[in-house]
């Protein structure tokens, strides 16, 4: 019977949706089973057997799919033995299909992870990597690793990786790493990413591992000690400790290795000769830590004591407990996990006092003062000490430089800098990069090797700069932004210390004098600064592999003339 008639044209109609259809049936399929009606298929495990409808698993597993679809010999027996999964995986993972959740614990991630792998569930094998990855911990990572290797689980393997990179410290004291095979402790060993204060955090767990076992791994030893970059520990470590060590004292071929680091510190000249992966810094800028953004300057231009914080997991800054001063155009450094602000300008006078922020107890304190007054000023922490290099005392440009030791809260003064220019930190040396003396603007680059006590030219950087942000990353130097004399600058330059050379990457988004510049992440970040016509509150990030810059959440209470630091998570 037509309701409408045929005299009606009527060329609409009407879709009706049943939202809820999917949700309210598969309930009922949970049902239906726990039942035991109309099951069509028994998969047997070990003694173990689990009553299942084809249908529900085809649609649902994509192993069965294409087992029950491809005409495959147990598309039609009733029986069917899985032998690449523990039963209470399996179980638990039917029991998923029908429900849509399965509870992942400490006890079954592992055959849960393995079960959804072999049935190529790939959403509950991602959750199984996630909750392992939320567990890490120094005294488990390895064995994750190992498991994330065996079940080729990139997520899971680049996750533990990086963990690993962040935490090798704590993690060399773990019976996991005593327990590992040599050639997994020289995988561990080689990379490059391991993030340690010193390389003595290498040597001296590898003196645990050796000994661990030390009737079986001696004779393991020397290419367990060729793994280490001896040259890059301290010549009073070298003596003091890696020559008495008695396996060492005893092995020709370590006796060897050990006078390859000593002729690297004893003859700087001949360094150019002995570059190996040995004398290759590792990449200690690839740690990830959160990013102190220090005094500067408000929307009103005036100087600040505030201080922000960026977490780049949350991708958010947070107010951090302020300096007691006021403090704008400063020197940051981070040295043993502490926060150091050196001088600055406070709106009258330039300062010279020094305050020390500890993460640990969320507190600044007053340092020992500077010998002179300096805003404008560039910083770099190396080994014990912290140099602070040139600046402006209110008066003139200045072309001194202080080094600073924590430990004995003193200073010494030596010359050599200039105002406003950039200072860093690379295998071993401080450079000192750009600058002005009142009148010029300098190009010019220098490296001053502390063994030796000299300043040595390198390579001027391809364009004159003053207030220009300076960092190291990968083992070379990025300089960006700044004042060439005439203009505003954006472009960004790198330097590669192996072959004294630089070379223009990709500038910035917007111009930035005084711009602060910090490594994390394996990434670099471009803080504030001024382009010419105000103080910026933006930040941007530039990644070295994709050759970018991308912007990132501005300051909130900062409007430009911040000192940075990075300050590694614990």
Not at 270 to 299: D, K, N, P
Not at 310 to 327: C, F, H, L, T, V
Request: glycine residues 8%; proline residues 3%.
């Amino acid at each position: 019977m037509d309701l409408i008639g045929n005299q009606v044209e009527d060329h609409q109609s009407f879709l009706y949706k049943h939202e809820q259809l999917f949700a309210d049936s598969f309930p009922l399929f949970k049902e239906i089973r726990r039942l035991g009606k109309l099951c069509d298929v028994i998969l047997k495990v070990e003694e173990q057997t689990f009553a299942a409808h084809r249908v529900v698993l085809a649609a649902t597993i994509p192993y069965f799919y294409a087992m029950f679809t491809n005409n495959m010999a147990e598309s039609r027996i009733k029986e069917i033995t899985m032998k690449e999964i523990e039963p209470r995986a399996l179980e638990s993972l039917i029991n998923y299909v029908y429900s849509g959740h399965v509870l992942i614990d400490n006890h079954n991630v592992q055959g849960l992870m393995v079960g959804a792998s072999f049935l190529q569930l790939s959403d509950v094998r991602d959750a199984c990597a996630g909750f392992l990855i939320s567990r890490f911990h120094p005294h488990n990572v390895l064995g994750i690793r190992s498991f994330a290797d065996s079940m080729s689980c990139r997520q899971l393997i680049v996750a533990a990786d990086q963990y690993i990179d962040q935490n090798f410290a704590k993690i060399s004291q773990s019976e996991e790493f005593l327990a590992l095979q040599c050639e997994h402790l020289l995988d561990l060993i080689h990379r490059d990413e391991l993030n340690v204060r010193t390389e003595e955090v290498i040597f001296e767990g590898c003196m645990r591992w050796v000994k661990y076992a030390e009737e079986k791994r001696s004779k393991l030893f020397p290419q367990v000690l060729a793994a280490v970059r001896l040259p890059l520990l301290s010549p009073q470590f070298l003596a003091d400790r890696v020559a008495r060590e008695e396996l060492i004292r005893s092995s020709h071929q370590c006796r060897d290795l050990l006078d390859e680091a000593k002729d690297f510190h004893l003859m700087p000249e001949r360094r150019g000769l002995l570059q190996s992966f040995r004398t290759r810094q590792r990449c200690r800028e690839l740690f990830t830590g959160q990013i102190y953004a220090v005094g500067g300057l408000a929307s009103t231009g005036e100087s600040v004591s505030t201080v922000e914080i960026y977490d780049p997991i949350a991708k958010k800054w947070n107010m951090g407990e302020q300096m007691s001063m006021m403090r704008s155009r400063v020197g940051v450094a981070v040295l043993d996990g502490k926060l150091y602000a050196f001088g600055g300008f406070n709106g009258t006078e330039r300062l010279s006092t020094v305050e020390v922020y500890d993460p640990r107890k969320n507190k600044w304190s007053q340092g020992c003062a500077m010998l002179c007054k300096r805003s404008a000023v560039g910083v770099a922490a190396l080994d014990d000490s912290i140099y602070v290099c040139g600046g402006y005392d209110g008066v003139t440009s200045l072309n001194t430089v202080e080094v600073y030791y924590p430990k004995t809260n003193t200073w010494k003064t030596m010359m050599k800098y200039r105002s406003a220019g950039g200072v860093t930190q690379l295998n071993g040396y401080v450079y000192a990069l750009g600058g002005h003396d009142g009148l010029s603007i300098f190009d010019s680059v220098e490296r001053y090797d502390q063994n030796e006590d000299v300043w040595v030219k390198m390579s001027p950087m391809l364009n004159r700069r003053c207030r220009l942000g300076v960092a190291t990353l990968n083992g070379k130097i990025y300089v960006c932004g700044g004042y060439c004399g005439n203009s505003f600058l954006r472009s960004v330059e790198c330097y590669d210390p192996l072959t004294d050379t630089w070379k223009l990457v990709t500038p910035m988004n917007c111009k930035r004098s005084r711009v602060a510049l910090a490594a994390n992440m394996g990434k670099l970040w471009a803080i504030g600064g001024y382009d010419g016509e105000s103080n910026l509150s933006t930040v941007e990030v530039y990644d070295p592999e994709i050759d970018k810059w991308t912007f990132m959440p501005p300051m909130c209470a900062h409007s430009g003339g911040v000192g940075a630091g990075v300050i590694r998570f614990e």
